[in-house]
């Protein structure tokens, strides 16, 4: 049986580096939800919520977006704390 989470449970690695970044921006969850739609990605707080608590699995497709609002390459995403 595969197990697709991190070692501390988690459905995701980039949910804590977008949590960090965001709170760098000085900007809510809602706001990084807004400027992710506005850039065509259709998500929402909530989304944005379950991504940071990494509660949710997100799509190659939902990180380039994210990479790009946050101005920070893939890479950043996705490392390792």
Do not use: P, W, Y
Request: glycine share 4%.
């Amino acid at each position: 049986m595969f197990i697709n989470k991190t070692i501390d449970g988690r459905n995701n690695l980039c949910g804590k580096n977008i949590s960090r970044l965001r709170k760098e921006m000085k900007i809510s969850q809602r706001e990084l939800a807004d400027r992710l739609q506005l850039s065509g990605l259709d998500v929402d707080k909530n989304a944005v919520q379950r991504i940071e608590s990494g509660q949710r699995f997100v799509t190659d497709i939902e990180l380039v977006f994210f990479s790009t609002v946050l101005k920070v390459t893939l890479n950043q995403l996705i490392q390792a704390e």
